[in-house]
Nanobody, 121 residues
Framework: QLQLVESGGGLVQPGGSLRLSCAASGFTLAWYAIGWFRQAPGKEREGVSCISARDGSTYYADSVKGRFTISRDNAKNTVYLLMNSLKPEDTAVYYC??????????????WGQGTQVTVSS
């Protein structure tokens, strides 16, 4: 059974950091592009970042560029999203998803259940 499980969310003060993890089971995560998405209450889901399986290229939304870093540990079958300098507007449920291809920019197939990130003082 293909499964993605996110973890690492929580409550953090503005300016703080969190590292989200996306652990895969039932498939080899290294073969697929992995994306991070988020959805805030009352807003549409938006893409945050993606890492390619083909060459490790990374992509970021303008709103998080310079603050977030995506990485993958193929030995652990896990992708991470390090979030620094967090802002209240980063508050959302964060999801990871596995793409249908090795490169970013295509449809995503398998989704995790999400992890809540709340940035508040």
């Amino acid at each position: 059974q293909l499964q993605l499980v996110e973890s690492g969310g929580g409550l953090v003060q503005p300016g703080g950091s969190l590292r989200l993890s996306c652990a895969a089971s039932g498939f080899t995560l290294a073969w697929y592009a992995i994306g991070w998405f988020r959805q805030a209450p009352g807003k549409e889901r938006e893409g945050v970042s993606c890492i390619s399986a083909r060459d490790g290229s990374t992509y970021y939304a303008d709103s998080v560029k310079g603050r977030f870093t995506i990485s993958r540990d193929n030995a652990k079958n896990t992708v991470y999203l390090l979030m620094n300098s967090l802002k209240p507007e980063d508050t959302a449920v964060y999801y990871c998803a596995a793409g249908l291809r090795a490169d970013c920019g295509y449809e995503y197939d398998s989704w995790g259940q999400g992890t809540q990130v709340t940035v508040s003082s």
